[in-house]
């Protein structure tokens, strides 16, 4: 079959690449000069099977009732006139119920333990080079009430197969000894030895130039303007101002999936969530971590990529715009220097930030549309880095004909 892949960062290489493993005729189309140039730029670069719970936990209303007003606040809601942010609003928050927030849980777990069984084979058979680390992910809280939701969530996932400790806060230090010299109050923290972490932009250049020599096409700086359809098919894609026909297409673009997806009738409740990253140079130090950390207080992942400590977080939602805000990247700046006061110059962070393409249930939308030909691999959230090499196998083997690994029904686009 020819396939369009619409999309080159993390989640639309990894899917060319499964495609072009199963034998098809790949092109992928986006509109910037190389891969990875949006999302999957500067991500967190966390693999975290063991952190599969979606942010639309039963306490963020009331949390969110705090926070209003407050532009330092973790998770940010920009009142505006938009009646897809209202609505799309409504039915993330509709998802805060315990019951729906652990079976949503379930499902993205599902795909994470898919995904990283998917990565280990895929790097074991290619040999990538993208920084990674096997050392799992130490997650820090403080205080007696997010020591006790922390319990309750290792009981969970240690039910669910996912090997993980509680520890105290010398449990931690001994994990990561870059911890002894922390300004940090953490009392304690769950160790999840499984989860990896690694440089997603890094791994999904390796891959580009892999799956080139496996024959998929690369066409950058190609902007998707729309396409022309029939009842119950895509027939074309029209990119830089040409048309071509394609057998079938796989939406790959985001946070901006939505939008491409309106072109062809087709309404997706994904919606931009925006994050921060700061890129600090180590410069040698062995006060860095080496161990990937997430920061329940501070709600920040910090990783080590080779020479850099790269700390992300904060949500945003506030439409399509990717602008500095200094009070947010100064956020994720002070907690990562409070953590690891030693780690290197604050001066020389570099600041970057993205759009998470997030679904109101947290739950990617992998499979096929109202359109027979025309299939999503999108709405990752903050997990696209986790998620990719399974999502990608999965719809790989979808198209093919093939009976899925993973049953594929919680992923589909018609759920909504
Ligand atoms: C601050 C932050 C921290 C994060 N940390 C982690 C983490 O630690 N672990 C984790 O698993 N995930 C993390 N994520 C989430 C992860 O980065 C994303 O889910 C993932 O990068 C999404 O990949 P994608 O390929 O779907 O989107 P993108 O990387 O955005 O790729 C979509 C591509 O589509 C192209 N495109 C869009 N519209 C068009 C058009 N009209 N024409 C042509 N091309 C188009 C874009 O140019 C882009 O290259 C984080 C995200 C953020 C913002």
Redesign the pocket.
Known sequence: MKIAV????????TTAYYLAKEGQDVTV????PA??????????????VSQPFPWSSPDLPGKLLKWIGRDDAPLVFRMKMDPHLWQWGIRYLLNCRTETHYASAGKILSLAKHSLDCLRELVSQEGLDYERQQRGILKLFEGDKEAEEAEHRRRWLNNQGIEQTLLDRRGCQDIEPALARTRSDFTGGTWSPQDE?GN?RDF?HALSDISEKLGVRFQYS????GFERTADQITHLV?DGKKEAFDAFVL??????R??ALKAGLSLPIYP?????VSIPVNGSNTAPLTSITDETRHI?I?RLGDTLRA???AEMNGYQTDPNPVREDMVLQSVMDLFPDCGDPDQAVR??????MTTDSIPLIGQTRYRNFYT????????????CGSAELIAGLMAGKSTKLDITPYSVDRF
């Open positions: 619409l999309g080159a960062g993390v989640t639309g290489v189309f986006d509109r910037q891969a990875a140039e949006e999302t999957s730029f500067a991500n967190g670069g966390q693999i975290s972490s997603a999904t190609a902007d998707i303007a990119a790959c673009s985001g946070a901006f999936s939008l491409l969530v925006k994050g921060y990253s992942v990783s992300a977080g904060t970057w930030s993205g759009l998470r393409p691999n999108t709405g990752h959230g903050p997990l696209g880095w986790t998620l990719s």
